[in-house]
């Protein structure tokens, strides 16, 4: 399976988010669209990483949900990229 066929099934829309977006805004854009993860890119639309349902689940039960931060403290936001 490649890439290009992934991205044929689950379509090509991706929805993002900055490191400095609240660990809240990034759970309500997960439910809102209904995914398992969100892509973190910065103000030059560069992507960083991807927090994913589990990242922020870690981060609300080592931190608190009053005490999370932004949604790239809550994981690890190293990315790796291919071509379809």
Do not use: Q, Y
């Amino acid at each position: 399976m490649l890439v290009s066929d992934v991205l044929r099934t689950k379509g090509h829309h991706v929805v993002r988010i900055h490191p400095a977006d609240s660990v809240e805004l990034a759970v309500h854009k997960l439910a809102e669209h209904r995914i398992g993860a969100l892509v973190v890119e910065d103000r030059w639309m560069k992507p960083l990483g991807i927090s994913s349902e589990r990242d922020f689940i870690n981060a609300m039960s080592r931190d608190g949900a009053a005490g999370a931060r932004g949604c790239c403290s809550a994981s690890d936001c190293g990315f790796f990229s291919c071509r379809p």
